[in-house]
């Protein structure tokens, strides 16, 4: 994901709806990439295997101005 999250910072993408089955990826490509050119307007996390130690990550980033 790191390529295409790299991209992404270079676009002219107003919103992106990230969705990641491993937050802590989510994380790494935020911190190390997006932050830059995009902000967290929203986050959730959502347990659909609820028998398994894994949770799901939506976020919505929208471009700094």
Do not use: G, W
Request: proline residues 5%; aromatic residues 8%; contains cysteine.
């Amino acid at each position: 994901m790191k390529d295409t999250a790299k991209l992404l910072a270079k676009s002219n993408i107003e919103n992106i709806i990230y969705v990641s089955c491993n937050p802590k990826a989510f994380k790494l490509d935020y911190e190390n990439h997006l932050k830059k050119a995009y902000q967290i307007e929203d986050a959730l996390l959502i347990d659909m295997f609820p028998h398994t130690p894994h949770v799901e990550a939506v976020v919505k980033l929208a471009r700094r101005d």
